[in-house]
C-alpha cells in the first residue's frame, strides 16, 4: 500500500480582505495513504473547509502543492466524489436522478449506471425510495442520498465537508454507523472534515487536528481502535485517550476557547 | 360540513348583495346612466351574447392578448436570459431596460397605435411591451438565484458552464418565471384593452369607450363583468401550468396543500 491518495506538500492559501491578508492554511503537510480514512477535526475557522475545496479542485492554493493519486489538483475532477454539510439535492430530480446527476454531467450512460445506483440505494437503506422527491425525505435520508451520489461514479475516493453537521445527536450517531459499513465494504480512500472530536476518533484510522489562524495540523493521530467499532467503543478508556489528547491540543493552542 | 356551509353562506353573501344594489337604485330612483340595477346589467349581458356582438369583440380581445402574451413573455425569456448570462449584454443594455422600466407603458399606447394602425398589430405591440417587463425582470434574477453550494457540487463534478446552465440554472429560475408569467397573462390584457380605447375596430375596450359615448352604462357593466371573468380564467390557465411545473417549489407545495385544507 505505498501508493498515495492524496499528497499536500507546504500548502498555503491567503485570503485577501480589505485589511489586508489572512492565511486560512499555512504550510500544510501530509499524505494519505490509498483505502485510508482520514478525518480532520479543528474549531470553525480552522480553514479546514478550504483544505478541502482545495482538494476538491474548487480553489487553488496560494502556494505549495497538493496532488491525488500522484497527479496535481489542477480543478475539478471526476474521480473524487464530494459530499456537502447540507445534501444539497435538487428538488425538481427524484431521489434516482439526483444520485444519476454524476452520470448525466459526465456523459456516462444512464443506463450502464442504473444497477449500481439501486444497489447503492439498496447499500444505503433507501431501497423503493428512488421514486420519491428529496423533500419527502428526512434530513438523514437526504444525506445518504447525497453519499449515494458521491459513490455512484465509482470514485477512487470521497471528499466529505462535515456531512453530518446538520443533523440531530441521534441521526448523526446512526449515521456514522452506515457510513463505516459502507467504508468497510467499499474501502474508498475517505477524507472527511468535522468539528466533533468524538466523530472523528470513531470514524478514522488517522486524525489531522488543526488549529485556526493561522491553519496548522498540529497533530496527526493513528486510532489503534478494532473495526468494525460499535457505537459502545466511544465509551472505552482507550476511546476516552484519544478523545482527551485532542480536546487537550486544543486547549493549549487556544483553538477552543478563543 | 364545513365546506358544504361556506358554500351556503357565498351564495347569500352574494344574493344579499345583489338584491341590496337592485333595491337601493331603485328605491332612490338612481337613473340608470349613473348605476343601472343588476337586472338591466344582466339584460345587456344576455342581448350582448345573444346577437353575437360580445362573442366577435370578446374573441378579438383574446386574441391580442394571448399574442400579447407570447411574444412579449418569449422575448422577455430570451433577453433575461441574455443579460443574465452576458456581462456585455448586461452593461450595454441594463441602463436602458431600467429607463424603459419606469416609464408607465401605457403611456406609449398613443404612439404605438399611431405607428402600427387601427388594426391588430398595434394591440398586439401594446400587449407584448407590457408583458415583457415582469418576464425580463425575473428571468434574469431566477437565472441568478442558483444556490452557491449547488454551483460548487456541479463544479465538483467538473460540469461545464452549459451544463451548469441546464441542469441547474434553469430549473432553478421556473419559480421566479412562473411568476413573471402570472404578472405577464394580466398585464397584456391591460395593454390590449388600453390600446383598443386609444383607437380600433374591434374588441371589447372598443365597445367600451362607444357605450360611453352613447351613455350605455348598462352595457359598459356587463362588460367590465366579462372582462374580470376572461381575466380569471387566463390566470387559472397560467396557475394551472405553474402546478405542472412547479411540483417540486415549497412555495407551490404550500399553495397546494392550503388548497387541499380548503376544499
Known amino acids: 500500500m505505498a501508493t498515495e491518495a492524496i499528497s499536500v506538500q507546504h500548502l498555503s492559501k491567503l485570503y485577501t480582505t480589505r485589511d489586508g491578508g489572512v492565511a486560512a492554511l499555512e504550510r500544510i503537510s501530509f499524505s494519505v495513504d490509498e483505502g485510508e480514512f482520514v478525518a480532520v477535526v479543528g474549531p470553525s475557522g480552522c480553514g479546514k473547509s478550504t483544505l478541502l475545496k482545495i482538494l476538491a479542485g474548487l480553489l487553488s492554493p496560494s502556494a505549495g502543492s497538493a496532488s491525488l493519486r500522484g497527479t496535481t489538483i489542477q480543478g475539478p475532477r471526476r474521480d473524487i466524489g464530494v459530499v456537502f454539510q447540507s445534501p444539497v439535492l435538487f428538488p425538481w430530480r427524484t431521489v434516482l436522478d439526483n444520485v444519476l446527476l454524476p452520470i448525466d454531467v459526465q456523459g456516462l450512460g444512464r443506463v450502464r449506471f442504473m444497477p449500481a445506483a439501486m444497489d447503492l440505494l439498496a447499500l444505503v437503506g433507501l431501497r423503493d425510495f428512488e421514486r420519491r422527491y428529496p423533500w419527502e425525505l428526512s434530513g438523514g435520508m437526504q444525506q445518504r442520498v447525497a453519499i449515494t451520489r458521491a459513490l455512484i461514479h465509482d470514485p477512487a475516493m470521497l471528499l466529505m465537508d462535515e456531512p453530518f453537521g446538520a443533523l440531530d445527536a441521534m441521526t448523526r450517531e446512526h449515521m456514522n454507523l452506515e457510513l463505516q459499513r459502507i467504508w468497510l465494504e467499499k474501502k474508498k480512500t475517505v477524507f472527511f472534515i468535522t468539528h466533533s472530536i468524538p466523530e472523528a476518533v470513531f470514524l478514522a484510522d488517522r486524525v489531522l487536528v488543526m488549529t485556526p489562524r493561522p491553519g496548522r495540523v498540529v497533530d496527526d493521530l493513528r486510532i489503534k481502535l478494532p473495526r468494525p467499532r460499535p457505537l459502545d467503543v466511544m465509551t472505552t478508556p482507550e476511546f476516552g485517550d484519544y478523545t482527551r489528547h485532542i480536546r487537550g491540543l486544543f486547549n493549549v493552542k487556544g483553538g477552543l476557547d478563543a | ?263
Not at chain 2, 358544504?4 to 346612466?33: H, M, Q
Not at chain 2, 442558483?146 to 460548487?152: G, K, L, M, T, W
Not at chain 2, 375596450?205 to 357605450?211: A, D, N, R
Request: proline share 5%.
Open chain 2, 1 to 263: 360540513m364545513r365546506s358544504t356551509r361556506n358554500v351556503v353562506l357565498s351564495v347569500l353573501l352574494f344574493c344579499g348583495s345583489v338584491g341590496g344594489w337592485e333595491a337601493l337604485v331603485r328605491a332612490f330612483e338612481v337613473p340608470a346612466f349613473i348605476l343601472p340595477p343588476p337586472s338591466q346589467v344582466a339584460l345587456a349581458l344576455w342581448r350582448g351574447f345573444s346577437s353575437g356582438l360580445y362573442l366577435q369583440h370578446l374573441s378579438h380581445t383574446l386574441l391580442e392578448t394571448l399574442l400579447g402574451f407570447i411574444a412579449g413573455s418569449a422575448l422577455g425569456l430570451v433577453l433575461g436570459t441574455a443579460v443574465a448570462l452576458s456581462r456585455p449584454v448586461e452593461f450595454f443594455l441594463y441602463p436602458y431596460i431600467v429607463m424603459f422600466q419606469s416609464l408607465p407603458k401605457v403611456a406609449l399606447a398613443p404612439l404605438i397605435v399611431v405607428w402600427f394602425g387601427l388594426g391588430l398589430t398595434s394591440k398586439v405591440i401594446n400587449a407584448a411591451l407590457i408583458a415583457f417587463f415582469p418576464l425580463l425582470v425575473n428571468t434574469m434574477v431566477g437565472l441568478r438565484s442558483a444556490d452557491e453550494e449547488r454551483v460548487s457540487l456541479m463544479r465538483s463534478l467538473a460540469a461545464s458552464e452549459r451544463q451548469i446552465f441546464w441542469m441547474l440554472r434553469l430549473p432553478n429560475s421556473l419559480p421566479f418565471v412562473m411568476a413573471g408569467l402570472d404578472v405577464a397573462m394580466i398585464f397584456a390584457l391591460i395593454g390590449a384593452i388600453v390600446a383598443e380605447f386609444v383607437g380600433a375596430q374591434k374588441g371589447l375596450g372598443m365597445l367600451i369607450q362607444s357605450m360611453n359615448f352613447n351613455m350605455d352604462v348598462s352595457g359598459q357593466f356587463s362588460i367590465l363583468l366579462i372582462l374580470s371573468v376572461v381575466g380569471l380564467l387566463l390566470n387559472r390557465g397560467v396557475m394551472m401550468i405553474r402546478k405542472r411545473v412547479l411540483f417540486w417549489d415549497p412555495s407551490e407545495k404550500e399553495r397546494i396543500e392550503q388548497e387541499r385544507v380548503s376544499a
